[in-house]
Protein backbone atom coordinates (compact mmCIF):
# COMPACT_ATOMS: atom_id res chain seq x y z
CA UNK A 1 0.00 0.00 0.00
CA UNK A 2 0.72 2.98 -0.05
CA UNK A 3 3.61 4.95 2.27
CA UNK A 4 3.63 7.88 4.77
CA UNK A 5 2.76 11.00 2.94
CA UNK A 6 3.64 14.56 4.06
CA UNK A 7 2.42 17.44 2.41
CA UNK A 8 3.76 20.51 1.42
CA UNK A 9 7.00 19.07 0.41
CA UNK A 10 8.62 22.36 0.44
CA UNK A 11 6.93 25.33 2.56
CA UNK A 12 9.23 28.87 2.07
CA UNK A 13 7.69 31.07 4.76
CA UNK A 14 8.46 34.70 6.34
CA UNK A 15 9.40 35.36 10.19
CA UNK A 16 6.43 35.86 11.95
CA UNK A 17 3.82 33.58 9.99
CA UNK A 18 2.45 30.32 10.85
CA UNK A 19 2.69 27.02 9.21
CA UNK A 20 1.10 23.76 9.19
CA UNK A 21 2.65 20.61 8.40
CA UNK A 22 0.77 17.48 7.54
CA UNK A 23 1.43 13.68 7.73
CA UNK A 24 -0.99 11.31 6.63
CA UNK A 25 0.62 8.05 8.23
CA UNK A 26 0.48 4.20 6.45
CA UNK A 27 -3.43 2.76 6.92
CA UNK A 28 -4.12 1.05 9.81
CA UNK A 29 -0.56 2.13 11.50
CA UNK A 30 -0.83 3.04 15.12
CA UNK A 31 1.74 5.14 16.37
CA UNK A 32 2.83 8.34 14.61
CA UNK A 33 6.09 10.43 15.05
CA UNK A 34 7.68 13.86 14.41
CA UNK A 35 11.17 14.33 13.73
CA UNK A 36 13.06 17.60 13.00
CA UNK A 37 16.26 17.12 10.83
CA UNK A 38 19.10 19.40 10.30
CA UNK A 39 21.53 19.48 7.79
CA UNK A 40 24.13 16.37 8.35
CA UNK A 41 22.53 15.79 11.79
CA UNK A 42 20.49 12.67 12.28
CA UNK A 43 16.25 13.24 13.20
CA UNK A 44 15.53 15.16 16.12
CA UNK A 45 12.83 13.42 18.05
CA UNK A 46 10.02 15.79 18.66
CA UNK A 47 6.23 14.11 19.56
CA UNK A 48 4.63 11.08 19.37
CA UNK A 49 1.53 9.92 19.74
CA UNK A 50 -0.58 6.21 19.92
CA UNK A 51 -4.12 6.52 18.06
CA UNK A 52 -5.28 10.20 18.71
CA UNK A 53 -3.50 10.27 22.05
CA UNK A 54 -0.17 12.43 22.21
CA UNK A 55 2.34 10.37 24.70
CA UNK A 56 5.39 12.33 24.76
CA UNK A 57 5.95 16.26 23.16
CA UNK A 58 8.85 16.49 25.64
CA UNK A 59 11.17 16.96 22.26
CA UNK A 60 8.75 19.78 21.02
CA UNK A 61 11.69 22.90 21.45
CA UNK A 62 9.32 25.62 22.88
CA UNK A 63 5.61 26.42 23.03
CA UNK A 64 5.10 27.64 19.38
CA UNK A 65 5.23 23.93 18.37
CA UNK A 66 2.60 22.12 18.96
CA UNK A 67 0.82 18.86 17.43
CA UNK A 68 -2.44 16.89 17.17
CA UNK A 69 -3.87 13.71 15.63
CA UNK A 70 -7.68 14.37 16.12
CA UNK A 71 -9.02 11.15 14.68
CA UNK A 72 -5.71 9.12 15.26
CA UNK A 73 -4.93 8.95 11.59
CA UNK A 74 -3.77 12.28 10.09
CA UNK A 75 -1.55 14.73 11.99
CA UNK A 76 -0.69 18.16 11.70
CA UNK A 77 2.80 19.95 13.29
CA UNK A 78 2.24 23.59 13.59
CA UNK A 79 4.48 26.24 13.87
CA UNK A 80 3.40 29.20 15.28
CA UNK A 81 5.56 32.68 14.64
CA UNK A 82 8.60 30.97 12.82
CA UNK A 83 11.70 32.27 13.38
CA UNK A 84 14.61 31.24 11.27
CA UNK A 85 16.27 29.02 13.13
CA UNK A 86 12.79 26.71 12.91
CA UNK A 87 13.76 26.32 9.09
CA UNK A 88 15.20 21.94 8.77
CA UNK A 89 13.35 19.22 7.14
CA UNK A 90 10.47 17.48 9.24
CA UNK A 91 10.14 14.49 8.88
CA UNK A 92 7.06 12.05 9.84
CA UNK A 93 6.87 8.47 10.70
CA UNK A 94 4.52 5.82 11.82
CA UNK A 95 4.77 2.36 13.01
CA UNK A 96 2.40 -0.62 13.10
CA UNK A 97 2.64 -1.06 16.93
CA UNK A 98 2.22 1.56 19.75
CA UNK A 99 5.54 2.48 21.28
CA UNK A 100 5.81 3.11 24.50
CA UNK A 101 5.26 -0.08 26.35
CA UNK A 102 8.93 -0.46 27.74
CA UNK A 103 8.82 -3.59 25.15
CA UNK A 104 12.10 -4.60 24.04
CA UNK A 105 10.84 -5.08 19.83
CA UNK A 106 9.67 -1.31 19.20
CA UNK A 107 7.64 -1.41 15.76
CA UNK A 108 9.66 -0.13 12.49
CA UNK A 109 9.08 3.42 11.65
CA UNK A 110 8.19 4.36 8.38
CA UNK A 111 9.42 7.79 7.42
CA UNK A 112 7.85 9.78 5.12
CA UNK A 113 9.28 12.03 2.29
CA UNK A 114 9.87 15.19 4.65
CA UNK A 115 8.48 19.00 4.68
CA UNK A 116 11.21 21.19 4.04
CA UNK A 117 10.61 24.35 5.81
CA UNK A 118 12.59 27.55 5.40
CA UNK A 119 11.96 30.59 7.23
CA UNK A 120 13.34 34.03 5.54
CA UNK B 1 26.48 14.05 26.28
CA UNK B 2 24.76 13.32 23.55
CA UNK B 3 22.43 9.98 24.09
CA UNK B 4 23.70 8.48 21.11
CA UNK B 5 27.23 8.97 19.67
CA UNK B 6 28.81 7.43 16.53
CA UNK B 7 31.82 7.47 14.84
CA UNK B 8 31.60 10.19 12.66
CA UNK B 9 33.38 9.35 9.10
CA UNK B 10 33.52 9.49 6.40
CA UNK B 11 34.34 5.94 6.12
CA UNK B 12 35.81 4.59 2.65
CA UNK B 13 35.90 1.50 2.00
CA UNK B 14 36.71 -0.42 -1.80
CA UNK B 15 34.46 -2.39 -3.29
CA UNK B 16 34.09 -5.85 -1.89
CA UNK B 17 35.79 -4.78 1.45
CA UNK B 18 33.57 -5.29 4.91
CA UNK B 19 32.49 -2.04 6.45
CA UNK B 20 32.14 -1.30 10.10
CA UNK B 21 30.25 1.07 11.44
CA UNK B 22 30.13 2.09 15.16
CA UNK B 23 27.79 3.15 17.53
CA UNK B 24 27.84 4.08 21.12
CA UNK B 25 24.42 5.13 23.56
CA UNK B 26 24.06 6.78 27.33
CA UNK B 27 20.80 5.37 28.23
CA UNK B 28 21.54 1.67 30.26
CA UNK B 29 18.13 1.09 30.08
CA UNK B 30 17.39 1.31 26.24
CA UNK B 31 15.73 -1.78 24.63
CA UNK B 32 15.45 -1.43 21.28
CA UNK B 33 18.15 -0.87 18.53
CA UNK B 34 18.35 0.46 15.08
CA UNK B 35 20.40 0.97 12.30
CA UNK B 36 19.10 3.27 8.99
CA UNK B 37 20.30 4.03 5.68
CA UNK B 38 19.91 7.34 4.34
CA UNK B 39 20.66 8.41 0.88
CA UNK B 40 21.43 12.01 -0.12
CA UNK B 41 17.99 14.19 0.04
CA UNK B 42 15.89 10.93 0.85
CA UNK B 43 14.45 9.56 3.92
CA UNK B 44 15.75 7.15 6.35
CA UNK B 45 14.79 3.86 5.93
CA UNK B 46 15.62 0.49 8.26
CA UNK B 47 18.03 -1.45 7.42
CA UNK B 48 18.37 -3.41 10.71
CA UNK B 49 16.82 -4.16 14.34
CA UNK B 50 18.26 -5.74 17.28
CA UNK B 51 16.95 -6.77 20.30
CA UNK B 52 19.31 -9.02 22.50
CA UNK B 53 22.95 -8.89 22.82
CA UNK B 54 24.74 -11.10 20.17
CA UNK B 55 24.78 -11.06 16.35
CA UNK B 56 21.88 -10.63 14.08
CA UNK B 57 22.69 -11.34 10.59
CA UNK B 58 20.57 -10.36 6.89
CA UNK B 59 21.96 -10.73 3.85
CA UNK B 60 25.28 -8.75 3.79
CA UNK B 61 24.61 -6.98 6.87
CA UNK B 62 25.21 -8.30 10.45
CA UNK B 63 24.19 -6.16 13.40
CA UNK B 64 26.05 -6.39 16.84
CA UNK B 65 24.61 -5.67 20.29
CA UNK B 66 26.37 -5.12 23.46
CA UNK B 67 24.23 -4.00 25.87
CA UNK B 68 26.82 -4.50 28.68
CA UNK B 69 28.75 -1.84 27.31
CA UNK B 70 26.48 0.12 25.73
CA UNK B 71 27.36 -0.30 22.03
CA UNK B 72 26.00 -1.60 18.60
CA UNK B 73 27.66 -2.04 15.65
CA UNK B 74 27.10 -3.01 11.98
CA UNK B 75 29.26 -4.32 9.40
CA UNK B 76 28.24 -4.17 5.86
CA UNK B 77 30.03 -7.56 3.57
CA UNK B 78 31.32 -7.23 -0.01
CA UNK B 79 30.48 -3.59 0.33
CA UNK B 80 28.75 -2.32 -3.00
CA UNK B 81 29.06 1.31 -4.60
CA UNK B 82 25.39 1.13 -3.87
CA UNK B 83 25.99 1.34 0.27
CA UNK B 84 27.54 4.68 -0.31
CA UNK B 85 25.18 6.47 2.29
CA UNK B 86 24.57 8.20 5.99
CA UNK B 87 24.07 5.29 8.15
CA UNK B 88 21.56 6.34 11.25
CA UNK B 89 22.05 4.26 14.88
CA UNK B 90 18.83 4.95 16.43
CA UNK B 91 18.24 3.74 20.28
CA UNK B 92 14.94 4.06 22.20
CA UNK B 93 14.50 4.61 25.70
CA UNK B 94 13.99 2.38 28.26
CA UNK B 95 10.13 3.04 28.12
CA UNK B 96 10.79 3.37 24.09
CA UNK B 97 8.85 6.82 23.84
CA UNK B 98 11.38 8.54 22.32
CA UNK B 99 14.00 7.74 19.75
CA UNK B 100 17.18 9.18 19.87
CA UNK B 101 19.23 8.93 16.41
CA UNK B 102 22.62 9.81 16.25
CA UNK B 103 24.51 12.50 13.92
CA UNK B 104 24.88 9.34 10.78
CA UNK B 105 28.25 8.02 9.59
CA UNK B 106 28.66 8.94 5.98
CA UNK B 107 29.98 5.57 3.74
CA UNK B 108 31.39 5.56 0.54
CA UNK B 109 32.36 2.55 -1.15
CA UNK B 110 34.69 2.98 -3.76
CA UNK B 111 34.30 0.71 -7.42
Known amino acids: GAGVSQSPRYKVTKRGQDVALRCDPISGHVSLYWYRQALGQGPEFLTY????????KSGLPNDRFSAERPEGSISTLTIQRTEQRDSAMYRCASSYRQGGLGLASTDTQYFGPGTRLTVL | QKEVEQNSGPLSVPEGAIASLNCTYS??????FFWYRQYSGKSPELIMSIYSNGDKEDGRFTAQLNKASQYVSLLIRDSQPSDSATYLC???????????FGTGTSLTVIP
Open chain 2, 90 to 100: AVTTDTGNQFY
Open chain 1, 49 to 56: FNYEAQQD
Open chain 2, 27 to 32: DRGSQS
